[in-house]
C-alpha cells in the first residue's frame, strides 16, 4: 500500500513539473502612467467573473463592454458566468490554497460580503480604483461609496453601477393607494390575503432575501444608523423580535412558509403567474428590464416603502493574483465611461441598475446630455425617482450578513 | 380484452411519459410572457431559440460539451480496451480485487471527487482546462466501459483469432480485422455509455472547470436559475438532440446490449 | 498467442488501474486531507475531526441540518428505489410476454429514456406539474382550479415526491431492461413445467420468475440507490429550502467562502460517500452474484 502511495505522489509530482512551465507571460505597466497600462492590456483577454443568471445582463455586458473593449483597446472580454458571486470568490480561494500565481480570475463583479471575505483574506490587487482616470466622475466623498456594507472601500474596488430594493406589483391587479407602504402595513396586508405573499430565501444567491429582512429590522429597530456598525449586543436586542415578525407573517405567505423561492427570478416566475402578488427588484428601472425580458406582465410596476428601502453601489475588484491586471484595470475604467454609463441605466437595454458615477462630475457637455436624457426614459415601470431616494438608506456592517442568513434559516426557515 | 387493455394502457404511458417533455419543451420553446392560467401561448415567437441560437455561450457551450464527451469516450474505450479484454478472458489471481478496484469508484459520489480533485489540479495546472474536465469526467465513464467490454469479451470466441494467426495474419491484421469486428457492437454501445455519461456530467464540469468550461449542463443549470421557462425550454431541446441522434444512430447496437449498465446517467 | 501467456494480465490492467488510482486516489486523499482540515497554502497543517465534529454533533449550521437532511436523503432514495423496482417488474414481464416486432420496438422505446439526463427530466417535470405548469393550466381550463394555489404541490413539495417522482420514471425503464434480460436469458422450460404441473400464473410468477430476477434487480436497485443518493441534480431543481437532500448541503457548504464552512461540506460528502460504500458492501456479502452482472 505505501509503494503504491508514493508511486502515486511521485506521478503527481511528474504532473506538476510538467504543467508547471505553461505561461509566464509578465507584461509591465506602471500604474500612475495609464498610457502604459493601456499599451501593457493590448492583446490581452480578460477574464471577467459575473454573476450569469440574467441572460438580458449578460447579453448587454458582450454588446457594450465586449465590443467597445475590441474596438478601442484590443482586449477580448472573457465573461465568465458564474451562479454566484461566491463561485468567483472561491475559484480564488481555491487557487490561494493551492498556491497558484498567476490565477485565472482578472475581474469580479463583487457584493459587500465577498468583497469583506476577500479584503480580510488579503487576496485582492491594491491602491487602484483611485488611478483609473474616470474615478474622477466618482463621489468618492460619499460614504454610500467609501464603504461597501460600512466597510471601507480601501481603494481596492472601484463602483460599477447603483441598485435599491424595491417591490414590484401588478397594476392590472392592484391600485398603487392599496400597496402597504412599510412593514407593518404589510404585515397587514399579508394576514388578509392568505398565501398571495413571499419573498426569497435570504442567503447565498438570494441577497435581496436577506435585503427583504435587514429592511424589517430597521423599521422594528427603528432606525439604519445602529447597524453601521457591529454590535453583538445590539444584534441580541433586535434579533429574536425580527424573527417574531417573520414567523407571524409565516402562516399567512405562499405554501405557508413551508418554502421560499431560491432565488429573484423564481420569485418573479410566481408573480408572473399569478401565484403571488409582489416581486422584489433591485434595478433603477424598476421592472422596465424584466417586461423587456418577457419574465413579468407588461403591467408590472416598481413600487417601494416610505422608509428603509436598502441601496449600494456595485463594485468591481482586482485578484492579487489576476492574470490580466493591465486588461482588468483597463475594463473596470471603461465601466465608469459616461457613455456606457448612460446606456446601462436604459431599460430597453436589459441592464437597468443606475449610475456609478455623478453626473455632476461629469464635465464634458455632450456627456451630460446624454446620462440626462437617459435619466429622464426610465419608462412607466419604474419607481419615481424622489420614492426611491426618500427610502434609500445603506447596507448593515457585513458582519451582519451571516447572522442574519444563519439566523433565518434556524428561526424561521427551520423554526426552532 | 381486458389484457389487451391494459398492453395498451402501458404502451400509452410508455410512449406518453417518453413523449410529454419534447412536445413540453417545443411549446415553451416557442412561446413568450405565458403565463398561468393561459393554456396556449398567446404569442407564438422563434424569438427564445434566435436568442439562444445567436448567444456565443450557446455554441461555445455546444463545442465544448461534443469535444468534452467525445474525448472522454474515445479515451475511455481506448484505454479500458486491454483491461476489459483481460477481466473478461481471463482468470487470473487477484482478478475480484482489480473488478473492485474499478467498481467503487461508481459508487463514490460525483460531488467527493471533485472536491478532492479540484485542489490537485489547481496545483497541477488543469483546473479550468478542457483537458482537466475531460480527464475528470473518465472517473466515472472509464468503470463503464470497462465493465460493458468485459462483459463482450467474456463471450468472445479467441479462436478465431488463433486460427487467424495460424494462417500467417499478423497481429496488427488480426487486432482489425477479426478481434474489432467482433467486438464492434459492444463497442459501440460502450461508447455510447461513455458519451451520455460524460454529456449529462455537471458537478465534475463545474468543480473541476470553475466556471471556465462551459458545458451545455452548465448553462442549462444557470437558465433553470434565470427563470424564463422559453430560454430553459430552448436549451433543454439544444441539450437533448445531441443524444438522441446518438442513440439513434446506435439503436441496433443497444437492442443486443441493452441491459448493460447504464447508470449514472 | 502463446507469446501472449507471458504478458501478467496486470500489465494490460495497468492503464486503466493508473488512471483510476490516480485520479480517483488523489481525490480522495485531498478531500480526506481538506475535511481533515489540512491546508498547506493556508498553513493549518494539524489534521483535526472539527469538521466531522462539526457536521455529527455541532449547534452550527451544519450540525443542525445535517441530521434532517440524512433523512430526507434516506427516504427520497430508499423510495425511489423501491418504487422503481415494483414498478420495473411488470414492465419487464409485459415486454417479455410480447413477441418479435412489438418487444423490440417497445425495448427500443425503454432505450430512448436514455436520451434525457437526469436534470433535463426534472427541468420537466417542473415544467409539466408545478402549480403554475402545464397540468394546472390544463386543470384551470376544466375550471377544476381558479389559482395556482388551488393545485396541489406536486413538485418542490416538502416531502420531496417531485424528486421522488423525477427519480421512479427515470429508473424505472433501466431496472426494467435489467430484468428483461435476466427473463430473456432464461429457459421457459421451468414455467412450462411448472404449469404442467398445474401451478396458476401468480405461483409461476412468485416460485419460478421472482427467484429468477431477484439478483439482477437487487444489484440494480443498489445502483440505483447509490446513484440517487448522492446526486445533486435533481433535489437541487426540484426541492425545497429545507430539509435539503445531502448533496445540496454539501455543496452548499463546500461554496461557502468560510474556510471552515469548505471542510465540513467536504465532511458531509466523505460521510455519503461512507454510507454508500457501507451499503455496497453490505449488500454484495448478501448477494455474491452481484459481481457477475
Redesign the interface.
Known amino acids: 500500500m505505501k509503494r503504491?502511495l508514493s508511486l502515486?505522489i511521485l506521478?503527481?509530482f511528474l504532473?506538476?513539473a510538467c504543467?508547471?512551465v505553461?505561461q509566464s507571460r509578465s507584461t509591465t505597466f506602471d500604474l500612475n502612467d495609464w498610457d502604459s497600462v493601456v499599451n501593457a492590456a493590448k492583446g490581452q483577454t480578460v477574464?471577467w467573473?459575473i454573476w450569469?443568471?440574467?441572460?438580458s445582463i449578460?447579453?448587454f455586458v458582450?454588446d457594450f463592454y465586449g465590443k467597445a473593449l475590441k474596438e478601442r483597446y484590443d482586449i477580448t472580454l472573457n465573461r465568465?458566468?458564474?451562479?454566484?458571486t461566491?463561485?468567483?470568490?472561491?475559484?480564488v480561494?481555491?487557487?490561494?490554497?493551492?498556491?497558484?500565481d498567476p490565477g485565472?480570475v482578472d475581474l469580479i463583479w463583487i457584493n459587500g460580503e465577498?468583497f469583506f471575505?476577500l479584503k480580510q483574506a488579503n487576496l485582492l490587487y491594491p491602491d487602484w480604483a483611485r488611478k483609473l482616470p474616470n474615478s474622477a466622475l466618482v463621489n468618492w466623498e460619499n460614504p454610500a461609496v467609501n464603504l461597501d456594507f460600512g466597510n471601507p472601500v480601501d481603494n481596492l474596488e472601484s463602483p460599477w453601477s447603483s441598485a435599491q430594493f424595491q417591490l414590484i406589483y401588478d397594476s392590472a391587479r392592484m391600485q398603487p393607494e392599496d400597496l402597504p407602504r412599510s412593514y407593518t402595513e404589510l404585515k397587514e396586508w399579508v394576514v388578509q390575503n392568505p398565501?398571495r405573499f413571499t419573498y426569497i430565501?435570504p442567503g447565498?444567491?438570494g441577497f435581496q432575501g436577506t435585503r427583504f429582512v435587514k429592511g424589517a429590522l430597521y423599521e422594528i429597530s427603528g432606525g439604519a444608523e445602529p447597524w453601521s456598525a457591529f454590535d453583538q449586543a445590539t444584534w441580541d436586542q433586535w434579533s429574536p423580535q425580527l424573527w417574531g415578525y417573520f414567523n407571524e407573517i409565516k402562516p399567512y405567505l405562499?405554501?405557508q412558509g413551508?418554502?421560499?423561492p431560491?432565488?429573484?427570478?423564481?420569485l418573479?416566475?410566481?408573480f408572473?403567474?399569478?401565484?403571488v402578488d409582489f416581486s422584489i427588484t433591485q434595478a433603477i428601472v424598476g421592472a422596465g428590464a424584466l417586461i423587456e425580458?418577457?419574465?413579468v406582465?407588461?403591467t408590472a410596476r416598481a413600487f417601494v416603502f416610505d422608509q428603509y428601502m436598502i441601496g449600494d453601489f456595485n463594485y468591481v475588484a482586482i485578484p492579487a493574483n489576476a492574470p490580466n491586471k493591465a486588461a482588468a484595470l483597463v475594463l473596470a475604467n471603461l465601466l465608469l465611461d459616461p457613455e456606457l454609463q448612460a446606456a446601462q441605466i436604459l431599460p430597453e437595454n436589459g441592464f437597468g441598475l443606475g449610475f456609478g458615477i455623478d453626473v455632476n462630475r461629469v464635465t464634458d457637455p455632450e456627456d451630460k446630455a446624454l446620462l440626462e436624457a437617459a435619466a429622464q426614459k426610465l419608462g412607466q415601470a419604474a419607481t419615481p425617482a424622489e420614492d426611491l431616494a426618500s427610502s434609500l438608506v445603506g447596507d448593515t456592517a457585513p458582519q451582519y450578513q451571516?447572522l442574519v442568513e444563519?439566523g433565518w434559516?434556524?428561526y424561521v426557515?427551520?423554526g426552532? | 380484452m381486458s389484457q389487451r387493455l391494459s398492453t395498451y394502457t402501458l404502451q400509452l404511458l410508455l410512449y406518453g411519459v417518453l413523449a410529454t417533455p419534447l412536445v413540453l419543451f417545443a411549446v415553451y420553446a416557442f412561446s413568450e410572457r405565458w403565463f398561468f392560467p393561459a393554456l396556449v401561448p398567446q404569442e407564438w415567437t422563434a424569438s427564445p431559440f434566435a436568442r439562444l441560437l445567436s448567444d456565443r455561450r450557446t455554441l461555445q457551450g455546444l463545442g465544448e460539451s461534443l469535444s468534452i464527451a467525445a474525448a472522454a469516450s474515445l479515451l475511455s474505450l481506448a484505454i479500458s480496451f486491454p483491461a476489459a479484454r483481460t477481466l473478461g478472458l481471463r482468470a487470473f489471481r487477484g482478478r475480484q480485487a482489480a473488478w473492485l478496484a474499478f467498481f467503487v469508484p461508481t459508487v463514490v459520489p460525483p460531488l467527493a471527487i471533485g472536491m478532492g480533485l479540484n485542489i490537485f489540479f489547481l496545483q497541477i495546472g488543469l483546473a479550468g482546462s478542457m483537458l482537466g474536465v475531460t480527464l475528470a469526467h473518465l472517473v466515472p465513464t472509464l468503470p463503464y466501459t470497462i465493465f460493458t467490454l468485459s462483459s463482450v469479451f467474456a463471450r468472445y470466441d479467441e479462436n478465431y483469432e488463433h486460427q487467424a494467426l495460424a494462417l500467417g495474419a499478423n497481429p496488427v491484421q488480426i487486432f482489425f480485422r477479426i478481434t474489432l469486428r467482433l467486438v464492434f457492437p459492444g463497442l459501440v454501445v460502450a461508447g455510447l455509455f461513455a458519451f451520455l455519461i460524460s454529456w449529462s456530467q455537471y458537478l465534475l464540469t463545474l468543480l473541476i472547470g470553475g466556471g471556465r468550461v462551459l458545458t451545455l449542463p452548465m448553462l442549462l443549470f444557470s437558465s433553470v436559475s434565470g427563470g424564463n421557462p422559453a430560454s430553459i425550454a430552448a436549451l433543454s431541446l439544444l441539450f437533448v438532440t445531441p443524444p438522441v441522434l446518438v442513440i439513434a444512430a446506435t439503436a441496433r447496437y443497444l437492442g443486443q446490449h441493452g441491459a448493460a449498465v447504464q447508470e449514472q446517467y | 498467442m502463446r507469446k501472449r501467456v507471458l504478458s501478467s494480465p496486470w500489465l494490460r490492467l495497468a492503464p486503466a488501474l493508473l488512471v483510476i488510482g490516480i485520479l480517483f486516489g488523489t481525490s480522495i486523499v485531498y478531500g480526506a486531507g481538506q475535511s481533515l482540515g489540512v491546508m498547506a497554502a493556508i498553513g493549518q497543517q494539524e489534521a483535526s475531526l472539527d469538521a466531522y465534529r462539526n457536521v455529527l454533533t455541532g449547534s452550527g449550521p451544519a450540525g443542525r441540518e445535517f441530521w434532517p437532511s440524512l433523512g430526507f436523503s434516506l427516504w427520497i432514495s430508499g423510495a425511489s428505489t423501491l418504487l422503481s423496482a415494483l414498478g420495473a417488474l411488470p414492465v419487464a414481464l409485459w415486454l417479455n410476454g410480447r413477441r418479435g416486432q412489438s418487444q423490440q420496438k417497445e425495448t427500443l422505446a425503454l432505450n430512448w429514456n436514455l436520451a434525457f439526463p437526469h436534470l433535463v427530466w426534472a427541468v420537466a417535470l417542473l415544467l409539466f406539474l408545478s402549480q403554475s405548469g402545464m397540468l394546472a393550466r390544463l386543470a384551470a381550463f376544466f375550471g377544476w382550479v381558479q389559482t395556482p394555489a388551488d393545485f396541489p404541490v406536486l413538485v418542490r413539495d416538502r416531502l420531496g415526491f417531485g424528486i421522488i417522482l423525477s427519480y421512479v420514471t427515470k429508473e424505472i425503464p433501466f431496472l426494467a431492461l435489467i430484468v428483461l434480460a435476466v427473463l430473456r436469458s432464461q429457459p421457459e422450460n421451468y414455467a412450462v413445467v411448472a404449469e404442467n404441473l398445474g401451478a396458476n400464473r401468480w405461483q409461476r410468477l412468485r416460485y419460478i420468475t421472482l427467484p429468477q430476477v431477484l439478483p439482477a434487480l437487487t444489484a440494480g436497485s443498489l445502483l440505483v440507490f447509490a446513484y440517487v443518493f448522492s446526486a445533486y441534480e435533481v433535489p437541487a431543481v426540484l426541492g425545497v429550502r429545507y430539509p435539503r437532500a445531502l448533496p445540496v448541503l454539501a455543496l452548499d457548504f463546500f461554496t461557502n467562502p468560510d474556510l471552515s464552512s469548505r471542510a465540513e461540506g467536504m465532511a458531509i460528502s466523505f460521510l455519503i460517500a461512507i454510507i454508500v460504500i457501507l451499503l455496497a458492501v453490505i449488500s454484495i456479502r448478501q448477494n455474491k452474484s452481484i459481481g457477475e452482472t
Not at chain 1, 450569469?52 to 441572460?55: A, P, Y
Not at chain 1, 461566491?86 to 475559484?91: L, R, S
Not at chain 1, 480561494?93 to 497558484?100: I, Q, R, T, V
Not at chain 1, 408572473?272 to 401565484?275: G, I, Q, S, V
Open positions: 503504491y502515486l506521478f503527481s504532473l506538476s504543467s508547471g505553461v477574464n467573473y450569469g443568471g440574467s441572460e449578460n447579453r458582450d465568465v458566468p458564474v451562479a454566484d461566491v463561485d468567483a470568490v472561491n475559484q480561494l481555491s487557487e490561494k490554497e493551492a498556491g497558484k485565472a465577498n471575505t398565501g430565501a447565498p444567491g405562499w405554501r413551508e418554502t421560499y431560491k432565488d429573484e427570478n423564481e418573479h416566475s410566481l408572473a403567474n399569478n401565484e425580458q418577457g419574465l406582465p407588461e451571516s444563519e434559516r434556524q426557515l427551520q426552532q
